[in-house]
């Protein structure tokens, strides 16, 4: 976190905005391609990436070992899952990619999702190891329901209560887990959430957030750690945990404010009711997904990238354009996101240039300063006294007070499928009216002459 505003993460001693989009959930487990994937990242200034800890696609392999018969021997780690894991985050962290690792993926757990997502496919269900039965196991056979937003029946995230009568799922979980993490507490790059969107009892999450806060201190490794929840309700009671538990929680994630939720004015506004329900203990407020023109049509998707940077919030990134799995189309839409598309690459480029012209740490959310402002019209940074920005997602008009008589003020403009800075037009009135230039995404970045 940065020293000055605990709002933002700080890396290598400075502030920094978490920007990214790339083509996979899992990209550890998608290594052709991948070096030129985080290279290309890296040339339209992203630095953030997500990896979950899965199995679903075409050329993923997965954690164990298997036989001759292709049962998984759980007792038996496949290295090639644990080299790739290892390569990517060495790969990461060469170009000071931020890396955040979801590792319970309930995707991977319930009913079947793309090519080798779901239960049917999972070493854990008792058809496919030599390790237990049902029987032996509580484990069932079918899953046939998806992750929803409250807690299922499903033993897998049941194992802590089960863990007093000799169950073998825990040991199970842990062994896993301390493989992981003997691998990633090595790098300083890293931010652990326990789950991708759960909607299982927060006692779950809550105990491996705490196993992995232990297993860092032994490590003498710094460490900070969150939990996905599923609910797109960031008042409901399970995010509300989230917030309370700032020993425990050290970063918020409200990516699913982008999902049928978050629209407009009502998503900027959710993320500003976050930063007020724990300004007594402000943290990092990331958005690991930033989902595509299914939810709401691609101009909202883009619209969300410059409301969370203009909400304070600490990272932007776009969802993966599933099911899109063969890596020559890695540069494609879809519906489900925008990755790391030709559109995508524009959009982080051009607020890359934006945040890179403010200083981010010092600046805050001050939409009242604006007149004659409608909702979702216009949304405006400040550093008062020094610089502004103001971002139209649309077409429109407002007035700005210059605090400062006799200044004369620089104002330039980007559209963000642009990434180029229009020539700089002079404010020399204490009062002007800010107008975008016409349709699109538009970014006035405002200084001192």
Same mark, same amino acid.
């Given at each position: 976190?940065d020293?000055?505003?605990?709002?933002?993460?700080?890396?290598?001693?400075?502030?920094? +905005?978490?920007?990214?989009?790339?083509?996979?959930?899992?990209m550890?487990?998608?290594?052709?391609?991948?070096?030129?994937?985080?290279?290309?990242?890296?040339?339209?200034?992203?630095?953030?990436?997500?990896?979950?800890?899965?199995?679903?696609?075409?050329?993923?392999?997965? *954690?164990?070992?298997?036989n001759?018969?292709?049962?998984?021997?759980?007792?038996?780690?496949?290295?090639? =899952?644990?080299?790739?894991?290892?390569?990517?985050l060495?790969?990461t962290?060469? &170009? $000071? #990619?931020?890396?955040?690792?979801?590792?319970?993926?309930p995707?991977?757990?319930?009913?079947?999702?793309q090519?080798?997502?779901?239960?049917?496919h999972?070493?854990f269900?008792?058809?496919?190891?030599?390790?237990?039965?049902?029987?032996?196991?509580?484990?069932?056979?079918?899953?046939?329901?998806?992750?929803v937003?409250?807690?299922?029946?499903?033993?897998?995230?049941?194992s802590?209560?089960?863990?007093?009568?000799g169950? +073998?799922?825990?040991p199970?979980?842990?062994?896993?887990?301390?493989?992981?993490?003997?691998?990633?507490l090595?790098?300083?790059?890293?931010?652990?959430?326990?789950?991708?969107?759960?909607?299982?009892?927060?006692?779950?999450?809550?105990?491996?957030?705490?196993?992995? &806060?232990?297993?860092?201190?032994?490590?003498?490794?710094? +460490?900070?750690v969150?939990?996905?929840?599923? $609910?797109?309700?960031?008042?409901?009671?399970?995010?509300?945990h989230?917030?309370t538990?700032?020993?425990?929680?050290?970063?918020?994630?409200?990516?699913?404010?982008?999902?049928?939720?978050?629209?407009?004015?009502?998503?900027?506004?959710?993320?500003? =009711?976050?930063?007020?329900?724990?300004?007594?203990?402000?943290?990092? #407020?990331?958005?690991?997904?930033?989902?595509?023109?299914?939810?709401?049509?691609?101009?909202?998707?883009?619209a969300?990238?410059?409301?969370?940077?203009?909400?304070?919030?600490?990272?932007?990134?776009?969802?993966?354009?599933?099911p899109?799995?063969?890596?020559?189309?890695?540069?494609?839409?879809?519906?489900?996101?925008?990755?790391?598309?030709?559109?995508?690459?524009? #959009?982080?480029?051009?607020?890359?240039m934006?945040?890179?012209?403010?200083?981010?740490?010092?600046?805050s959310?001050? $939409?009242?300063?604006?007149?004659?402002?409608?909702?979702?019209?216009?949304?405006?940074?400040a550093? *008062?006294?020094?610089? =502004?920005?103001?971002?139209?997602?649309?077409?429109?008009?407002?007035?700005?007070?210059?605090?400062?008589?006799?200044?004369?003020? $620089?104002?330039?403009?980007?559209?963000?499928?642009?990434?180029?800075w229009?020539?700089a037009?002079?404010?020399?009135?204490?009062?002007?009216?800010?107008t975008?230039p016409?349709k699109?995404?538009?970014?006035? +970045?405002?200084?001192?002459?």
């Amino acid at each position: 976190m940065d020293k000055r505003s605990p709002w933002y993460w700080n890396y290598e001693g400075k502030p920094i +905005v978490l920007l990214g989009g790339s083509w996979q959930d899992n990209m550890f487990n998608h290594p052709t391609g991948l070096e030129d994937h985080l290279d290309v990242m890296v040339s339209v200034g992203a630095n953030y990436i997500r990896n979950t800890m899965s199995h679903r696609n075409i050329g993923n392999v997965f *954690p164990y070992d298997q036989n001759e018969d292709s049962f998984f021997d759980l007792d038996s780690f496949n290295k090639e =899952y644990w080299n790739r894991f290892s390569n990517f985050l060495e790969l990461t962290y060469q &170009r $000071n #990619i931020i890396v955040q690792l979801e590792i319970w993926d309930p995707w991977d757990m319930y009913e079947d999702h793309q090519s080798f997502g779901g239960w049917s496919h999972h070493p854990f269900n008792p058809l496919n190891n030599v390790n237990y039965t049902a029987e032996t196991s509580g484990l069932p056979e079918i899953i046939d329901y998806p992750p929803v937003g409250q807690s299922t029946e499903h033993p897998f995230f049941k194992s802590l209560q089960k863990s007093d009568d000799g169950s +073998v799922l825990l040991p199970l979980q842990q062994a896993y887990m301390d493989t992981l993490l003997s691998i990633s507490l090595r790098y300083p790059h890293i931010l652990y959430c326990v789950h991708n969107e759960t909607g299982e009892d927060v006692t779950f999450g809550d105990y491996w957030a705490d196993y992995i &806060r232990e297993q860092a201190s032994k490590a003498d490794a710094i +460490v900070h750690v969150t939990d996905m929840r599923r $609910n797109e309700n960031v008042r409901s009671e399970d995010q509300n945990h989230l917030y309370t538990q700032h020993h425990r929680y050290s970063y918020i994630d409200i990516s699913q404010n982008n999902a049928w939720e978050g629209k407009g004015q009502r998503h900027y506004d959710n993320i500003v =009711y976050v930063k007020e329900r724990i300004a007594s203990h402000p943290r990092p #407020i990331n958005h690991n997904k930033n989902y595509g023109a299914a939810r709401h049509g691609e101009e909202e998707s883009v619209a969300r990238m410059g409301r969370m940077i203009f909400a304070g919030a600490a990272s932007a990134r776009f969802h993966r354009p599933h099911p899109i799995e063969d890596p020559s189309d890695m540069y494609r839409k879809s519906d489900y996101g925008l990755g790391l598309s030709p559109r995508a690459q524009k #959009i982080i480029q051009s607020l890359r240039m934006v945040t890179d012209e403010l200083d981010i740490a010092a600046a805050s959310p001050s $939409n009242d300063l604006l007149g004659d402002r409608d909702d979702n019209e216009a949304f405006f940074l400040a550093v *008062p006294g020094q610089h =502004y920005a103001i971002y139209f997602p649309q077409e429109g008009s407002v007035i700005l007070s210059l605090p400062d008589r006799e200044s004369v003020w $620089n104002m330039r403009w980007i559209n963000l499928d642009i990434a180029q800075w229009e020539e700089a037009t002079i404010l020399s009135d204490t009062s002007s009216i800010i107008t975008s230039p016409g349709k699109g995404h538009w970014v006035a +970045v405002i200084k001192k002459k």
